[in-house]
């Protein structure tokens, strides 16, 4: 809210970006002191090919064992699980290939191979107590920035309420990142486009939040910039590795922003709905992102002057006010021009459970508190309601993001 409020900038992640930086992978691996890798991943990246590509740079001599039955919205039963699967087979070192609930998957992992229990046990920030066990990540989406960031969320089904409940310390940065755009060659256009408008998203919240300060500003606005300019030509052709380095650089560096700014309550509705409904995060996010500027706006003009004129909107003679409105309709273009739907009921989402959406992201503190706008009960409701109705759009996408 203020910018001279007493700020802490926590970054650890040595980041190593560019076309075929995935070959230094042996050359870290041999800084660190370790001998067996379990590598954290899914179907989707092993049938991609991406797991192989990864495989073929480590060195024969490493034990490499191989978890790739990762979730979307990863639950704490899934990943306990894992732990028990591996707890005793010696392994010192966790390399996640993936999307953001891989990466997640991999840092509640090394909490549990330092700590034990259960990753229910560790909701909170710094609330183990062992170091946590060093941590490689290969993102494979543009949108996660886990890869650069501190915190892990899983979908907790206590009391048979499902929520989603973050882990973070300053341990969960992961040690390395490889930023190689050319694993990301094959990636489908929907999700370059679903998962780039969820780093928009990172980028925009945390420019806005009110936990926001002076250096997360730096990140985060350049964030917007280069997503403005390189959304579009990725999600028209993956193979352009110009636009697809720019995202991900984009994404992580929204990721190193946001995880010292916070985020807003896009976060936290779309969290609610992702673990009422599974469905994939990047997709809710840029459905409602426009429903949330358009509501925050009136919070901070000057900031959302400052967006629109990231994503170079001709503010020439505008009033900050004009401007700022003009960043939302900026926003609302966008998101249709890379395909995304612009309303919740396209990907499966009705108004059954919208009290219940309502409620849990009212009580979700860790969005609430730094979301630019005050938030009542009946503005959460209202919005949703907005969102799932949309203006009508014509096209049933769910089995496109399901
Ligand atoms: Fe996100």
Redesign the pocket.
Known sequence: MSAHRNTVFNAKTKLISGIGSIKSLSQELKKIQASTILVVTDKGIKNAGILNKVLEEIDSNYDVMIFDEVKPNPEVEMTDNAYHTYKDKGIDLLLAIGGGSVLDTAKGLSVLFSNGGSIADYYGYDIYKNKTYPMFAVPTTVGTGSESGNAAVFTDNSNNLKTKKLIFGEDLFPEVAFLDAELLKNMPSHLISSTGM?AL??AIEGYVANWSSHVTDSLNLHAVRVIGSSIRQATAHSENLEAMHSMLLASTIAGLGMANSGLGMV?GISHAIGAQYDAP?GIV?AILLPYLLEYNWIANPEKFSHIADALRVNIQGLSVEDAAKAAVEHVKTMTAEVGIPDNLSAIGVDDSKIDLLTDIAFNDQQYMVPNPRKMSRQDIYDILQKAIAGSAHPTAVKEVYS
Do not use: G, I, R
């Open positions: 969820d998203t990172h976060h995060h996010n």
